[in-house]
């Protein structure tokens, strides 16, 4: 079943239009990825999904109800959780405390009110739930340091391991990869799949073209706030518009 | 949730606070015997200040440190003022809670525009609010009595034996409205409500994405901390007898948030050991009254500058060291390393 | 046209105040609580400056000087200010707002304790007035107007066609693109304090040379300033230039209609408003 329904979204700024008219459409247990040069309109267009940004038109309709111009916490309550480029962590709390603090929704559910994911611990008791997540997301050696001691990398799998804690049926992913170094890269790109297996369908923004095309089932391009180019890896690596888009900045990443 | 479960689900530190305070009171209670009146009045206001720092501080935990805290707590004043000195008075029981409810009223309604603003913008419109509503005060004369303000307020009638004309019996009255907003308040702070402000206090972007209502979280404790001193402003008119707009002037509010100040906001009694630090800073120097802000503002300035963490942290750090002393004693080690 | 001379004069009053601490804020992106008491300053060497100099040189001359002496007297201050306090915090723009707050109590007791707690005034030097079109306008104010219009003026060319004014424009809009181009942020800031200080101590001067000079005359002009920023909006100049004309109509005309007593109340509304709706203000920018 279609999880995501983006319905020709506008945004403007202004006279700024950044986001001009984007429709996109993602089914179930999909990994898609959104890839556009730098001010293509890509961050936009995920604030505007999670709510974090009210579009000026167009609709957005996650497992068929409609969710535009509602508050994220809402939209995070219904499923849909994203991360945020540049870190997001509660940096003073520990591992452990920031993982517990993503079941907030949870406090005082029982196992029947939630909807769970069979392949995830039940929510109704936290402490186990969060021993699970650290232990699945190979947190569970740092559990009690302080978040801002771990390296960024650690840091990047945290704050999907806290957005896990809230039992998303979409993970949106902003920039998960951004300044890691190619280990730490492979290892969160490695964490993104084996999500998938768990049911949960994930949407990545992302300007490492190369990852995006190994882990992404799907892959949505865009520039100038339009979409240009929707396909598998090889179709978009082949298709001019795209290839256009990019025109002499392949270089930067080859990095 | 059930009792049974509020019991169970009780933090252990809040269990300690209750038998702490348990053991302090009957020493507060005795303690004005001990003093002159002058003391005694010097220990009311105390009191009555420490009520407001407490709901200053569930502000601060909400990452805001507001400017109209002092002018809010005289609206629970004026309330009672007004009310009390009718032709046919009001009671002050409802005065006080009615104060306090205007209070939190007024809170509720600019916590749209002024929740909106962030750190020192925050700290700007609340300055903004706070004098408009004391320039209020001072217009509105047929109501607020303007630049003369209001006297002759009555003490509330006496009960259980106790006159609350004296001093002392006053203070009975304040010590017992402060120990139970302290209890209350504690034990907020430690709930998982308490500790979800702080959580969006730390981190809003992330806290609204995991489905927390950050403005929600944000508004209650603003609205909370108002509601405690409206209670706190209402006390302070009976106490005096009489008051006036600048009773809720700049100089209290620059008191209280030099108080976070200095003595910190992390933990709970941070707050208090400041305004006992700033609070005797003024007694020490009655006689030379004119440089106590400057010895405030001094002390202020000294803190952030040479000293983050506030007098709180030198309590703390103080404990460790104690603990550190006394369990070395008992080994034969050289002196152990401090975990920071 | 008595309504239109007095919305003039106080919009450029309101202005005058306002414009200091909107350059720092917009610069900075840190509010200087003592702004008020730097501008108390300028008013006072007004004062000292007539009680000293009144018999060797005219009125006018020692108006001037007051201001050269003012602006330059409090402009240091302002950089000594910004390399002990703000080089020291500059991480934490909070902690400078609550540093600065505690420094405006010391400024305020200093001069209460040197000088006294009692306002003083100063002996009109423009004495007189003219009448023009039914409206009595005396000269000290128009003289004062005036003085306030070469202030804004210099200020202006000196943002807008000297090098160091546009480095200062340009570290408010970018400051990371400013760092790389080299410009120095310390000059920046020393700059930025003394203009932005200065700037308060002559609006002293002027206004001291109209009001009554007090200890505590920026305190009470604080708050009006704080809101003029707001709703002007943050890193604005322009937005400061309407939003005290705004206050300044506003102010004005409830004071003419005799509702005067409400115009804190109603400019604190008005600012409650622009929040709401606008939260970066009337012309400001995004944060």
Redesign the interface.
């Known amino acids: 079943m279609t999880i995501l329904e983006v319905n020709n979204i506008e945004k403007k700024f202004g006279k700024l239009v950044a986001v001009k008219d984007i429709s996109v459409t993602i089914p179930e247990g999909q990994i898609r990825g959104l890839i556009g040069p730098n001010g293509s309109g890509k961050t936009t267009t995920f604030h505007l999904i999670s709510g974090f940004l009210k579009p000026t038109s167009g609709e957005v309709k996650f497992r068929g109800a409609r969710i535009t111009g509602k508050a994220p916490h809402r939209i995070a309550k219904k499923g849909l959780v994203r991360t945020f480029q540049l870190t997001s962590v509660y940096r003073d709390m520990s591992v452990r405390e920031n993982v517990h603090m993503g079941h907030h929704i949870h406090a005082g559910r029982t196992t029947s009110e939630t909807e769970q994911n069979s392949k995830f611990p039940s929510v109704s008791s936290i402490e186990d739930s969060t021993s699970w997540i650290l232990e699945f997301m190979g947190l569970s050696s740092e559990s009690e340091a302080p978040a801002r001691m771990l390296p960024a990398g650690m840091q990047r799998v945290l704050s999907i391991a806290t957005a896990l804690a809230v039992r998303p049926k979409l993970l949106m992913l902003d920039e998960p990869l951004a300044g890691l170094n190619p280990t730490e890269k492979s290892n969160v790109a490695q964490k993104i799949s084996s999500l998938r297996d768990h049911g949960i369908t994930i949407l990545l923004v992302e300007h490492d073209v190369r990852s995006v095309l190994s882990i992404c089932d799907q892959i949505t391009v865009i520039n100038f706030g339009e979409k240009i180019a929707e396909g598998n890896a090889d179709e978009i690596t082949s298709n001019p518009s795209v290839i256009e888009a990019y025109l002499g900045k392949a270089e930067s990443y080859n990095a | 949730m059930t009792i049974a479960q509020f019991i169970t689900s009780t933090p252990r530190r809040f269990v300690y606070a209750c038998i702490g305070t348990a053991i302090a009171a009957p020493l507060l209670v005795a303690l004005p015997h001990a003093l002159s009146s002058y003391w005694q009045s010097v220990l009311v206001i105390f009191t009555l200040n420490a009520i407001m720092i407490m709901g200053y501080r569930l502000i601060t935990t909400m990452g805001g440190w507001s400017f109209s805290h002092v002018a809010t707590a005289g609206l629970g004043a004026y309330t009672t003022a007004i009310l009390m000195t009718l032709e046919v008075p009001w009671s002050f029981w409802i005065t006080l809670f009615l104060g306090a409810g205007i209070a939190g009223l007024f809170a509720l309604l600019i916590a749209y525009p002024v929740l909106r603003t962030r750190h020192y913008y925050f700290f700007l419109s609340t300055f903004a609010a706070g004098e408009a509503l004391r320039q209020g005060y001072i217009q509105f004369k047929g109501i607020t009595g303007g630049g003369f303000g209001i006297a002759f307020i009555p003490r509330p009638e006496g009960f259980l034996g106790i006159d609350f004309d004296t001093t002392m019996g006053f203070y009975y009255l304040a010590l017992t409205a402060a120990l139970i907003i302290w209890l209350l308040l504690y034990r907020f702070d430690l709930s998982r409500l308490g500790r979800t402000i702080k959580a969006v206090a730390a981190n809003e972007e992330l806290s609204e994405s995991i489905g927390i209502n950050t403005w929600g979280h944000r508004t209650l404790p603003f609205v909370l901390g108002s509601v405690i001193a409206g209670f706190a402003g209402s006390l302070s008119a009976n106490f005096n007898g009489t008051i006036n707009p600048m009773d809720f002037g700049s100089i209290l509010m620059f008191k209280l948030v030099a108080a976070a100040i200095v003595g910190g906001v992390s933990t709970f009694f941070g707050p208090i050991l400041g305004l006992l630090y700033l609070t005797a800073l003024e007694e020490a120097f009655r006689t030379w009254a004119e440089w106590v802000p400057l010895l405030w503002g001094a002390s202020v300035i000294a803190v952030l500058m040479l000293w983050s963490g506030g007098l709180e942290m030198a309590v703390i750090r103080g404990f460790k060291l104690l603990k550190a002393f006394l369990l070395n004693r008992n080994s034969n080690h050289s002196a152990k390393t401090l975990d920071s | 046209m008595q309504i239109l001379a007095n919305i003039v004069f106080l919009s450029s009053f309101y202005l005058s105040f306002a414009v200091g601490l909107a350059l720092v804020f917009g610069v900075m992106r ?2 200087n609580f003592a702004h008020g008491e730097f501008y108390m300053l300028g008013g006072y060497a007004l004062w000292l400056l007539t009680g000293v100099l009144s018999n060797n040189i005219p009125d006018g001359g020692t108006f001037i000087i007051a201001m050269l002496v003012g602006a330059g007297v409090v402009g240091t201050l302002g950089m000594l200010v910004q390399l002990s ?1 703000f080089e ?2 500059k991480e ?4 400078i ?3 600065t ?6 400024l ?3 001069v ?2 040197t000088i006294g ?1 009692m306002g003083r005034s100063v002996p009109a030097i423009f004495p007189g007035f003219i009448m023009f079109e039914g409206a009595i306008l005396p000269i000290q104010r128009i003289v004062v107007l005036g003085f306030t219009v070469l202030m804004m003026a210099g200020l202006w060319y000196f943002l807008m066609r000297t090098d160091l004014g546009r480095a200062v424009r340009a570290t408010a809009q970018n400051k990371t693109g400013a760092m790389l181009q080299g410009i120095s942020m310390g000059r920046i800031a020393l700059t930025t304090m003394f203009v932005g200080s200065a700037l308060a101590a002559i609006s002293g001067t002027l206004m001291g040379s109209v009001l009554m000079i007090g200890p505590f005359m920026g ?1 009470e002009a604080l ?1 009006r300033a ?2 003029i ?2 709703v002007g909006g ?1 890193g604005s100049l322009s937005g400061t230039v309407v939003a005290a004309l705004l206050f300044g109509v506003i102010d004005t005309l409830m004071t003419a209609f005799g509702v005067g ?2 115009t ?2 109603v ?3 008005i ?6 709706f606008m ?1 970066s203000g009337l012309l400001g920018a995004r944060e």
């Not at chain 3, 934490?92 to 902690?95: E, I, V």
């Not at chain 3, 707050?101 to 010391?106: A, E, N, P, R, T």
Request: cysteine-free.
């Open positions: 840190t509010i306090l020291r915090l934490q723009p909070f902690s707002f609550m540093a707050l505690g420094l405006s109590y010391v305020q007791v200093i209460v304790k707690p305190g708050w704080f809101i920023i707001i943050i007593k409400f804190a109340m400019d604190a509304i600012m409650l408003l622009v929040l709401s939260p």
